[in-house]
């Protein structure tokens, strides 16, 4: 019984991973919608911190296999297995994007080709959240293997990953739909709670012939409501200059993303916390 932090190279690979996802998604359109060369290079200086913290993930997971031999050995059932299609999946992701931003970075990038290479790279994020998302849907796990698991990975590319690209998009001083994608934030907090109530419900349920859910992690109500708090103030940083009318400042939207993105994490952390095995028998 736990918190799941003895998990926490899988907490900060997977909630840093869905957090670039998301925000090389909203930055990625921006520059797709951009006007002219000048707001597209200063966009793709922005994006630089994607692929650091893209790589800080990386480094957790490998953190997690025990060596780096380790990560080349879990390529090595790629279409069979459901970690080897998570690693295959975010190594191309991430390969292709960080190729996409050093040539663009450098002007090498012709127009035409830039904006299918960029759209190929936001379309693998979202096939490797998906990927992220087999991993635990695992049928002797009874606690993972539902939609909630899902839902929630994904919910965290739209609540974390748009108030990163306003961070970067605002020190780099570009304009964009900003209160659009706070109202996208806002519906994926909705569900987020919505998945927590739920999902508490459905834990009540769920039992083997020698644990019951509940006892997994006991402090499963008093963590979410942080959680929750957490996510709400972050966004909150984002949300509140927009609803006065005025430009969010660059330490309000770094302040509001180390919030939510600690919210994440706790939830992630009692993800983890929430594993169990079938046993004898389950209910539920």
């Not at 997977?14 to 921006?30: E, R």
Request: glycine content about 12%.
């Amino acid at each position: 019984m736990g918190n799941g932090w003895h998990e926490w190279p899988l907490v900060l690979f997977t909630v840093l991973g869905q957090c670039v996802v998301g925000a090389l998604i909203v930055s990625g359109l921006c520059w797709l919608s951009a006007k002219d060369d000048a707001t597209r290079q200063r966009l793709v200086r922005s994006m630089f911190f994607l692929w650091v913290v893209m790589g800080i993930g990386f480094l957790a997971s490998v953190m997690h296999l025990g060596s780096p031999l380790r990560a080349l050995n879990s390529l090595n059932r790629v279409g069979a297995s459901a970690l080897s299609n998570e690693i295959a999946s975010g190594s191309l992701f991430f390969a292709i994007g960080g190729v996409w931003w050093l040539v663009a970075f450098l002007g090498k990038m012709p127009a035409a080709l830039g904006k299918i290479w960029l759209l190929v790279s936001m379309l693998l994020g979202v096939v490797f959240v998906w990927a992220m998302t087999q991993v635990y849907q695992i049928e002797t796990v009874p606690t993972w293997y539902n939609g909630y698991t899902t839902v929630a990975f994904f919910m965290t590319v739209l609540l974390s990953g748009p108030l990163f690209a306003a961070l970067l998009l605002r020190t780099v001083r570009v304009s964009f739909n900003a209160a659009t994608y706070a109202s996208i934030s806002v519906l994926a907090l909705l569900v987020c709670i919505g998945v927590i109530a739920l999902q508490g419900v459905s834990l009540g349920e769920i039992h083997s012939s020698v644990q019951h859910a509940t006892t997994l992690v006991p402090e499963y109500g008093r963590l979410q409501v942080w959680r929750i708090l957490l996510l709400a103030a972050g966004l909150g940083c984002w949300i509140c200059p927009l609803i006065r009318r005025k430009e969010p400042h660059i330490t309000g939207l770094a302040l509001g993303l180390i919030l939510l993105l600690g919210g994440e994490i706790i939830g992630r952390g009692l993800f983890y916390g929430l594993h169990m095995t079938v046993g004898m028998a389950v209910a539920g």
